[in-house]
């Protein structure tokens, strides 16, 4: 009961405080104060459409999905419990001599693979950390006036480029609780031609590859009464470099300096005199940082320190998609569409050259609305089983006496790469002992209690560490979506075991190796191989469908039309009206006929 | 007899033939016509009928200079991140909902709208 009560009391304040919450999110590119820039959720920090120039408690920003947003009339304030994020190549351009503070020790300004850029031509734009917390990973930033930390402000800069105008005032970074760590960070400091450094009153800082340029024709820097753990690289003050009261015995790499005061020789490090060393360091408007050295730069880098991946994309592009199966064919079915339902998603990991690393799949076994024993697999269409080199362990099969596998676990005998996730899905998602079949009856005398659905992840490897298997790479552009051809295989009537040839693919996909083409034509099947047509009726109705997102699959013996009002409008237009009919708008769906736990 | 009854009969015939001139139009019109299913059993499409609930489409993109491309839903969903190679095609296959008719790209600061209403795009960047 006391669990009961905590939980519930839990929820009631996890409600209260996204209610208790504003968060402005970018939904396009566009001025700061256009309410078409934004999408707007909770109220707590009020009702207006567009974020106040002046943050404040309970209000957040998120600028993310490559947008920029640009505030060219007023400076920004982050007062209070404000929140700013910038992330997923995000942007926020301040315009001609606008600046951003951040004022409250309760404040936060995020930075995650995201720019905060203020190009303006003239002086002011200041960005000023004067208290709070701040978090920049993969980040770009361009102030036009200074940068300055102020009263112990503490956060974590990581992969970032810093590019100011102006001077940097590091004036009270990190405590000495809490030291503000900065690794792969370049500093340029007076890109105008001239500008300071600044380091002192008792900044706390841990460094790892910082590097720092001040003044592109001069300048001086200085390092007062602060602490710093780790190392600096390519100090390069143009002018003077004073150091006084410097504790934490970082290692400094000076490279060019007119004068160094005072003899740093009490320090660990080098001392050249390399100012063309010091000078070719850059950034570019960009965190030039490739750590893994695979020709993409960190922030746009979705593994920066593995040389052997680059970039991943999703499919679906957030969340899952839903896989829905009649099982009777070449009979027609009573179109409810749960004999198997399959939510999956895949995320694919590419290299710098465009080739497949490997594939990451989710499969969540729902429901089975069938009494056959029927199995799953998916073929990759066009893809050579020896363009694999491994699959990492699938446990949901259980040694069936029809599938054999390779020795890289694709199924053996197959032109294609075929993947078996199970071959007999009751031993995966088992009926619960009463009632009829699994998760598609809720009353009446076949309901049973419900059954966790089950979820399987594994890995195909097409490249190991950068080496290829024998039949070679597989570039991305070999390897669409539509390669993914996912298909029942139909349980034996009256025995609990699967016919392998006997297959159901969503419309219009080609069979495996390993199906009789001897179905086809037979009963209500209208597949023709020579026309490319099928697993479609003479009506051309599927047995399977796929949708693009998750979505509530029907009780049992309810046509899916009756739980999707627009699904039959959307067929009868021939796909030219109603193309939302899977989603959760206003007289799309009938929830009573889902089944809905 | 009297012309309000001759005139009546007139109207009569009139109405009577245009009634079946509108019937004949209606007949016509609807001789091919399948009823509207109330099943999804009783429902009939055109062979081409397309049952994907998703869009594919390869982008072909070139460039004179070698940098990632970023690719967008309008809504800021991520499609995903791949190399243009400078003097190469690039074709990238992606992915989106049915009803989608545009992607944004990112590319070297600059974003591209792209109708994706064909099978294959080809977009030029820079």
Known sequence: MKKILSLALFLVLLSFQNFAQTVWTAKASGSWSSAATWTRSGSGGGTANTPPNNLGNNQRVVIGGGFTVTQSSNDIEINGTARLTIENGGKLNMGNGRGLTQKNISSFFTINNGTYENNSVGSGGNLKIEAGTFEWTNASIFASGNLEFKNFAVGNMTNVCLQVKQNTLLEGLGNTSSYSNISNVFLLTGTSGSGNLSIKDNSFIKSNNWKIRVGSNSGNAEILNSTINGNIYSIDANDELKVTSLAGNPSLSIYCADKITPNLNAFTGTKTNNCATASAQTCNGIPSIDADLDGINDNLDDYPSDQYRAFKSNFPNSGYATLMFEDLWPNKGDYDFNDLVIDYKYETVTNASNQVVEVNYTFVLKAIGAGLHNGFGFQLDNVAPDKITSISSITKTNNAAWLSKNTNGTEAGQTFANVILYDDVYKSLPWPGVGNMVNVYLDGPGANPYVTPDTLRFTITFLNNGTAPSGGTLSISQFPSSAFNPYLICGEEGTWNQLRNKEIHLPNRIPTSKASLAFFGTASDDSNPTSGKYYKTKENLPWALEIFESIPYMKEKVDISEGYSNFLNWAESNGASFTSWYQNLTGNRVNTNFYIR | ?126
């Not at chain 2, 001759?6 to 009569?12: D, G, H, P, S």
């Not at chain 2, 015939?13 to 245009?18: L, N, V």
């Not at chain 2, 489409?57 to 969903?77: F, M, Q, R, V, W």
């Not at chain 2, 590319?107 to 209403?117: A, H, R, S």
């Open chain 2, 1 to 126: 007899m009297k012309p309000t009854y001759i005139l009546m009969v007139l109207t009569l015939i009139a109405f009577s033939s245009c009634k079946k001139s509108l019937e004949n139009k209606y007949n016509e019109i609807n001789k091919n016509r399948v009823p509207a299913a109330k099943s999804t059993t009783e429902l009939v499409v055109s062979e081409n009928f397309n049952w994907q609930t998703k869009k594919s489409i390869n982008l072909k993109l070139e460039s004179t200079e070698t940098y990632p491309a970023i690719i967008y839903t309008l809504e800021g969903e991520l499609i995903g991140k791949f190399m243009v190679i400078a003097g190469k095609e690039s074709i990238i296959p992606i992915n989106t909902a049915s009803n989608q008719t545009q992607v944004r790209i990112l590319f070297l600061e600059k974003e591209y709208f792209v109708d994706i209403n064909q099978d294959q795009v080809t977009v030029k960047l820079n």
